[in-house]
Nanobody
């Protein structure tokens, strides 16, 4: 069975940092396009960042320069490093891995940015 599990969410003050992790089992992330998405209360889900199948990295304008997506193939884990966090970054963050018609999702982890 394929599974993605996020960790690393929590409460942080504005300007702080968090690193989210997404560990895969039952699949090798090296073979997948990967992405982080988020959904805030009352808002639609939005893409945060992804690494495409061609190896290109894409960031939403709202997080560009503050967030970094990465992958550690040896650990079969993907990461989202979040710096200079803002209250508007508060959301449930989830990871996604996709290869053609296969698409797998994590359960999501809560990130709250508040003073």
């Amino acid at each position: 069975q394929a599974q993605l599990v996020e960790s690393g969410g929590g409460l942080v003050q504005p300007g702080g940092s968090l690193r989210l992790s997404c560990t895969a089992s039952g699949l090798s992330l090296d073979n997948y396009a990967i992405a982080w998405l988020r959904q805030a209360p009352g808002k639609e889900r939005e893409g945060v960042s992804c690494i495409t199948g061609g190896g290109s990295t894409i960031y939403a304008d709202s997080v560009k320069g503050r967030f970094t997506i990465s992958r550690d193939n040896a650990k079969n884990t993907m990461y989202l490093q979040m710096n200079s966090l803002k209250p508007e970054d508060t959301a449930v963050y989830c990871c996604n891995a996709k290869y053609y018609r296969d698409s797998f999702w994590g359960q999501g982890t809560q990130v709250t940015v508040s003073s």
